[in-house]
């Protein structure tokens, strides 16, 4: 296995890179959002996009039309306070504490795992074989856990 030693720092910002090369392709391919095209008049489109959604989850085709897209008024501005308001005082903080401790752990798995394991004795490029393992793991595992959500729901009925 070649490592960074061989192929030098630019290669890792050089990978990093890569992704961006398939920003053209996700644009192209990726459906703009039924909100933003209602938001901006085009609701033939939003129409489609809804019809193509029904098809590929099995669903009968309804009725859709212009006026299916009306929505009501819309509160003007909000303010931080409204988040800790009655009902929402507990939720917000235990929200934002999920999320931060969520990103403490990638961060976590991302950065010191390597480092712990090569201070137990492991090769670097074994320890960072293992990081890259998880992280390929992790995102597998999202996307399976996706699709079992499509395919069975989030809750027994």
Do not use: C
């Amino acid at each position: 296995m070649v490592g960074i030693p061989a192929l030098g720092w630019r290669m890792v910002l050089l990978f990093g890179f890569l992704p961006v090369l398939i920003l053209p392709l996700l644009q192209k391919a990726l459906p703009e959002s039924v909100r933003f095209l209602a938001s901006k008049g085009r609701h033939e489109e939003a129409i489609l996009e809804i019809q193509r959604m029904e098809k590929a989850a099995g669903f009968p085709p309804a009725a859709w039309t212009k006026e299916s897209f009306q929505t009501g008024p819309v509160e003007p501005g909000s303010s931080l306070t409204q988040l800790f308001s009655p009902g929402f005082s507990f939720m917000t903080p235990l929200i934002w504490a999920t999320y931060f401790l969520n990103l403490l752990v990638v961060y976590g798995l991302a950065t010191w795992l390597p480092s712990l394991l090569v201070k137990a004795g492991f090769s670097l490029v074994k320890s960072y074989s293992f990081g890259m393992v998880q992280a390929v793991g992790a995102s597998l595992g999202g996307f399976l856990l996706g699709w079992m959500m499509d395919r069975f729901g989030r809750k027994s009925a």
